[in-house]
């Protein structure tokens, strides 16, 4: 075959006969509609984040997490709670549906279902447009599991007393404190008190320990008169110089342990 004879040439459409440059393009074409990724959009989201650590960080300084006393498996009147962002789960365990030999459903099939239509919920509403009526049913699902969630919270919390709670169950500090068993009062203590706030005020199940206590030698008397918290009142029933005893007693070994 001669050169050239019974061939034939043919163009490639997808193959662009013009060099493009490969310069991207000038954004103040579209003022306010788009910016660069370097540095203008990184430098806006990395700003974002470092507001909102620094915020996060200062509230964790102001409110640290609070702490409970060591776990203890004899103490049958304890009831766990989760943190406040499972409570809406615990909360679903209550109810029929979802507890008993249906438990399945409350820790597997509910929330599955629940997550999965959130995830899905993109996909199921994927028009252009953002406005909230533009996109029904993503709206509409939101709704539904923000406000399933806010209810099952509130209803999983309002009846805890957490102030008494945290009162009932804090940790027990650290202390080389020595009894003064030879005090007048220490007896007095042993009689009324050591069941419930331990032999050396350490606290215990059934009460909170004094060591470490904010209340003053004032309050401390009117609490063994008249009960606090879950504990009630009248658990002392000596004299006045007795509680006066038992009262110099308890203050000598909170100021031991400071």
């Known amino acids: 075959m001669h050169k050239g004879k019974g061939m034939k040439f043919v163009g490639d459409s997808r193959v662009s006969a013009e060099r493009k440059s490969q310069i991207p393009k000038d ?18 989201e990395w700003l974002a984040g470092s507001v909102f650590l620094v915020g996060f960080l200062s509230l964790t ?23 406040w962002y499972f409570l809406f789960l615990y909360e679903l365990l209550k ?27 993109p996909f199921l509403d994927n028009g252009p447009g953002r406005r909230p009526h533009q996109r029904p049913i993503a709206v509409i699902m939101m709704i539904l599991a923000l406000a399933s969630t806010i209810w099952l919270t509130y209803t999983s919390a309002e009846h805890v007393d957490w102030e008494t709670r945290a009162e009932q169950n804090k940790p ?14 220490y007896a007095i203590y042993e009689e009324n008190c050591m069941t419930c706030h331990g032999g050396e005020l350490e606290g215990s199940p059934a009460g909170a320990p004094l060591i470490g206590t904010e209340h003053s030698a004032e309050e401390i008397a009117t609490i063994a ?12 029933t000596g004299s006045d110089e007795e509680l006066e005893q038992l009262v110099d007693f308890i203050t000598s070994v909170i100021e031991q342990a400071e």
């Not at 102001?62 to 943190?83: K, Q, R």
């Open 27 to 44: 954004y103040s074409e579209y003022p306010g509609r788009t910016e660069a990724f370097w540095p203008n959009f990184l430098l806006k």
């Open 225 to 236: 008169r008249d009960g606090i918290g879950s504990m009630p009142a009248d658990q002392f």
């Open 172 to 185: 027990i500090p650290e202390s080389d404190v020595e009894i003064d068993t030879s005090h007048e009062g």
């Open 95 to 121: 109810y029929e549906f979802a507890s008993g030999p249906y438990v399945i459903f409350g820790i597997l099939v509910i929330p599955g279902l629940a997550f999965g239509a959130l995830l899905l919920a």
């Open 61 to 83: 300084l102001a409110h640290p997490s609070p702490l409970e006393g060591v776990a203890d498996p004899t103490n049958a009147a304890y009831i766990p709670l989760p943190d």
